[in-house]
């Protein structure tokens, strides 16, 4: 299984950005994805998440501002980014959980920086 996110970069303050993370792997049955994100000197930490049934579950400082969502049939979750702000700089991270033939498994994508700068 492999994970393959795009879409981070460079924005202003108050800017927009849309990340992508697809998912590959025969025999994978997605049962979650999320989004995580992990700035210098700090904790990897959950942004959003999804789940196969489309709930979704957001950090309180992303709230209002990101919105995550999957496409099931191109196993594809993306994360739209609004408003954004300087502290939501960070390395982002897409994650997938889900049942890999007989066992639950859980795997990462390679990183997307996200830069928020004037």
Known sequence: VQLQASGGGLVQPGGSLRLSCAVSGSGFSINYLGWYRQAPGNQRALVAAITSGGRTNYADSVK???????????????????????????????????????????????????????
Do not use: H
Not at 68 to 94: F, G, H
């Open 64 to 118: 209002g501002r990101f919105t995550i969502s999957r496409d099931n049939a191109k196993n594809t979750v993306y994360l739209q980014m609004n408003s954004l702000k300087p502290e939501d700089t960070a390395v982002y991270y897409c994650n997938a959980y889900g049942l890999d033939g007989s066992s639950w498994s859980d795997y990462w994508g390679q990183g997307t920086l996200v830069t928020v700068s004037s």
